[in-house]
């Protein structure tokens, strides 16, 4: 068992790498009484081309990782979530662009619970009959959200930016892709991506570690797991344009919804380096467009935004881009107003107290997620599956200058790399 102590926010971690290679990690809290596991892979929805070792590459149908997230739930004896209910514990998944994560969160029964968590996840239960139920089930999901303009807009506007990078496609795929999904390919995927070696088990809360690694150690000594080679993912060479520069689309809305974003090209970055990258230009966007800039206020005291304006940014080794926006009662007025006011600060550079005002209210943001254990076991794991840590960020965020962070606003607003997606009520 290896100690992580990390004196600047008080804390101490606890890490063990199985025999079979599953790492786990043990955070705990003195005093809290709730204990929450999450249980995660690192496969997600932009996985779709892959192999492992030498073997040749497999393309599986989108949504897959989507697909098989749902059917971890369904067991020969019925379904899990009742099992997690009866022991006092709620119990839930979701799938992201890059990982797949399992979770619980609980104030008794904890080793009860983590023992389900585990051996659910590590017992798949396929068969033609159940896989074909949830196929129905899925492309009734995926309409639903067909209709929500919140949803519309967003992945509206990834798939402007992106060509080809399977980050454009709906998580759950489509209808059309999730009808090509058979049992034998969820297993194929399950195998490569559910192996030990690929996941990570991270416990929060209320805990004694060594407790927790024993109860692990004894889990995995009852099961078989072959080794398994590296896991190799393709992807086709991403265009530097936007595929679209404006998509819409016309749903019955009160106000229309509007987002625009650019798309980088980072170099290829270690770990450390695309994390700061990360940060820099989070804490950028912050100054320039957060609820506290010039630039806001003035766009709300003019009625152009609402309390939904607001930003992201979204980074990993193979793609980069912005998300801005929400409702507006003009969206070409609102982009052609924030664009003047880039260009502006493009000039004059972001105003040093702002900065440094947008960087302390950043790490009090931090400290206050220290006290979730929801938030702590779901940013770990995001963090610890591109090889940065969470309980560093605050190092770097005293450490980053004014001068980085104009010159990130330099290169991030490129207009040939931007793309508008609007969803409104009539056609814009």
């Not at 990570?200 to 004894?218: I, M, Y």
């Not at 990258?277 to 009625?303: A, F, Q």
């Not at 052609?336 to 880039?342: E, H, K, L, M």
């Not at 440094?356 to 997620?369: A, D, F, P, S, V």
């Amino acid at each position: 068992m290896e100690t992580l102590t990390y004196p600047g926010v008080q804390e101490t971690l606890y890490r063990e790498i199985m025999s079979n290679g599953l790492e786990v990690v043990v955070l705990p809290k003195e005093g809290f009484s709730k204990t929450y596991a999450t249980f995660a892979t690192r496969y997600g929805s932009i996985d779709n081309r892959f192999a492992v070792g030498d073997q040749a590459p497999l393309s599986v149908p989108d949504g897959i990782a989507h697909f098989l997230e749902h059917k971890m739930f369904e067991e020969p004896t019925g379904d899990i979530f009742a099992t997690f209910a009866s022991q006092g514990a709620s119990a839930n998944a979701y799938t992201s662009f890059d990982r797949t994560v399992y979770l619980f969160s609980a104030t008794e029964q904890i080793d009860a619970n983590l023992e389900t968590l585990i051996d659910f996840v590590q017992h798949p239960y396929f068969t033609d009959e159940n896989v074909e139920k949830e196929k129905g089930i899925i492309e009734q999901e995926i309409n639903m959200y067909r209709d929500n303009a919140d949803w519309r807009v967003y992945y509206g506007l990834i798939d402007a930016l992106y060509h080809v990078h399977p980050i454009h496609i709906d998580i759950a795929g489509t209808a059309d892709s999730i009808r090509q999904i058979d049992k034998e390919t969820l297993y194929r995927c399950y195998e490569t991506f559910y192996h030990p070696s690929n996941m990570f088990l991270f416990v929060v809360g209320g805990v004694q570690p060594e407790k927790v690694f024993e109860l692990v150690r004894n889990n995995q000594a009852r099961k078989t797991f072959e080794e398994q080679g590296k896991i190799n993912r393709f992807f086709d060479e991403e265009p530097a344009s936007v595929k679209q520069q404006r998509k819409t689309a016309v749903l019955p809305v009160s106000l229309p919804k509007c987002l625009f974003g650019f798309k980088e090209e980072l170099p290829k970055l270690s770990p450390e380096e695309l994390l700061r990258t990360e940060i820099t230009t989070k804490l950028m966007l912050d100054t320039l467009l957060g609820s506290s800039s010039p630039i806001y206020h003035e766009l709300y005291d003019d009625n152009l935004i609402s309390d939904s304006f607001g930003h992201e940014f979204n980074s990993s080794p193979d793609y980069a881009f912005s998300i801005i926006g929400g409702e507006t009662r003009n969206p070409d007025e609102l982009l052609g107003r924030v664009r003047a006011a880039i260009e502006a600060a493009k000039e004059s550079g972001l105003n040093e107290q702002s900065f440094e005002r947008t960087r302390r209210k950043r790490i009090g943001g931090y400290l206050r997620l220290l006290n979730s254990p929801e938030a702590i076991a779901g940013e770990f794991t995001r963090y610890r599956f591109r090889g940065a840590d969470l309980f560093q960020l605050v190092p770097i965020f005293e450490d980053i200058t004014l001068a980085e962070a104009n010159k990130r606003l330099r290169e991030h607003f490129n207009w040939d790399r931007m793309a508008v997606s609007i969803v409104a009520k009539d056609p814009i």
